[in-house]
């Protein structure tokens, strides 16, 4: 029942930070349980986790993109963003938000793509100058 919509630019010129935007309808990102990612796949490759966001605020990364990316909720606008920091051409991709529904997040069910349980349709960013 939850429907996810990124938005954000298509085009980031190299250095800058990239902003992208998840609404949330169907349900708050606040209702227990629910952890908010943000995926990636870049041109010709696999997904990639990025990051978490869990409906408590606690934060996840990914360890090769934690230096130059945060997560962050906004539970008034029941949506949750993403800055990733200095881009580069391969950050070139289509990024994803989605949802999972977690129970212990130790076992760090959130940061697989397939025990998701929804997907926003994704959005095309270009890293180019």
């Known amino acids: 029942q939850v429907q996810l919509q990124e938005s954000g630019p298509g085009l980031v010129k190299p250095s800058q930070t990239l902003s992208l935007t998840c609404a949330v309808f169907?349900?708050?990102?606040?209702?227990?349980?629910?952890?908010w990612s943000w995926i990636r796949q870049p041109p010709g490759k696999g997904l990639e986790w990025m990051g978490t966001i869990g409906y408590n605020g606690m934060t996840y990364y990914s360890p090769s993109l934690k230096s130059r990316t945060s997560i962050s909720g906004d539970t008034s606008k029941n949506q949750f963003t993403l800055q990733l920091r200095s881009v580069t051409p391969e950050d070139t991709g289509v990024y994803y938000c989605a949802a999972a529904v977690v129970w212990d997040p130790s076992d760090r069910a959130f940061s697989d793509y397939a025990k998701q349980s929804y997907w926003g349709q994704g959005t095309q960013v270009t890293v180019s100058s």
């Open positions: 169907g349900d708050r990102v606040s209702t227990t349980h629910y952890y």
